[in-house]
């Protein structure tokens, strides 16, 4: 893809982007977004304009009206602003408003029919706009919506790691699959990455942990939502803080150094690292034994006629193997998540080598 810089990245990092959840009153959008442009680590103004909901009858936003309030906060605090699109008239509401950088959602990333649509309507202009991970985790998804926008003569790209819906019990909102935005990351050095820990969380008790977590991840900005009376917000009220909280989160916040200047310390890591390298092809090697010994097992089940998943047998590897996996300090959601992989590699696998076998006789 061909892209340009977009020069606020440039300039700051972490790039910090807040405001409410939804724009709900003129009044409360002012007040919120003079309070958190007092703390001189944000950098852009947000607001929800447009609210896609999952249920009917939810606050669904108050719409275009509500544009001429976020205008009038970055012409009384200087500083940008940024609203999600997710279709047409979204987009064109939004450069009539000359809004500085649009963002599409998850809930949109997911549908290339409504990122073409959005794409289409930003054909000949110089937008800015950051794309949300779908909700789903699909780095193929994320990387068509970015790869979209770019044909459509889109420039000026970033990401927003949101997190991603999950089934099941969770700390998380969405849960954060760090390595699926350090994936895009790979794909795409030269975009800047934003992680939004307010969806990610779902709760202002995490904010602090995921966003620390994101700038030793080296990200390169946060998008926080905050609201000067958040326990009355009209929606995503665990998720916002005060503007006074969101200066005492950031205030936390440890920047650290993605380079080392120290060629002691450099040394000692690259000493390390090649330790990690080494362990690293030890356990290629021994996995690739173990999927031999898997095929072979395959043919064995074969011959005998034995179906290739058994339960019982499964069972007694995760409950053995989890307890050996504590033992060397490891989680045991970390174990199940590993073996349940290494499952199903063992059972590729064995179907090869009895597909295999088939087609030779």
């Known amino acids: ?70 205008v009038r906060a970055r012409k009384e605090t200087g500083l940008p602003i940024a609203v999600e699109v997710a279709n047409f008239n979204h987009v064109f509401e939004s450069l009539k408003h000359d809004v500085d950088i649009l963002w599409i959602g998850a809930r949109t990333t997911v549908n290339p029919f409504s990122v ?59 849960e954060p699959k760090w390595q699926l935005p350090v994936e895009m990351k790979r794909r795409f050095p030269d975009l800047p990455l934003v992680c939004d820990p307010s969806h ?33 917000a009209l929606s995503d009220k665990a998720q916002q803080v005060t503007p006074d909280a969101l200066g005492d989160l950031l205030d936390s916040l440890v920047i650290r150094r993605p380079n080392i200047p120290d060629e002691e310390l450099s040394n000692k890591l690259s000493r390390l690292r090649s330790q990690i390298d080494l362990i690293d092809d030890d356990l290629l090697k021994l996995l690739g034994d173990r999927m031999k010994v898997a095929e072979e097992i395959g043919l064995v089940k074969k011959e005998k006629g034995v179906t290739i998943l058994q339960t019982n047998r499964w069972e007694e ?7 050996n996996g504590a033992l060397q300090g490891l989680s045991k959601k970390f174990m199940i998540r590993y073996l349940n992989a290494i499952h199903q590699e063992s059972i590729d696998h064995q179907n090869d080598v009895m597909n295999k076998s088939e087609l030779e006789e």
Not at 124 to 153: C, F, H, M, Y
Not at 164 to 174: E, L, P, W
Not at 208 to 228: C, K, R, Y
């Open 1 to 70: 893809m061909k892209t340009n810089p977009i020069q606020l990245f440039t300039q700051n990092k972490p790039v910090v982007i807040s405001g409410p959840c939804s724009a709900e009153s003129e009044e409360q959008v002012l007040a919120t977004c003079k309070q958190v442009a007092e703390y001189d680590k944000v950098n852009v103004l947000r607001a929800g304009i447009w609210k896609p909901r999952t249920r009917p009858n939810s606050f669904e936003g108050m719409g275009a009206e509500a544009l001429p309030w976020l």
């Open 116 to 174: 073409q649509e959005i794409a289409d309507a930003l054909k000949g202009t110089d937008a800015t706009v950051l794309v949300k991970n779908p909700i789903n985790a699909d780095v193929e998804l994320w990387t068509g919506a970015l790869e979209r926008l770019n044909q459509a003569g889109i420039s000026k790209l970033g990401m927003i790691h949101r997190g991603f819906a999950q089934h099941g019990k969770s700390i998380y909102r969405n």
């Open 200 to 232: 990610i969380s779902g709760n202002r008790d995490l904010l602090l942990s995921v966003s620390q977590q994101a700038l030793d991840m080296d990200f390169d900005g946060l998008m926080i939502e905050s609201h000067i009376d958040p326990d009355n």
């Open 317 to 323: 590897i995760i409950e053995k193997a989890s307890a």
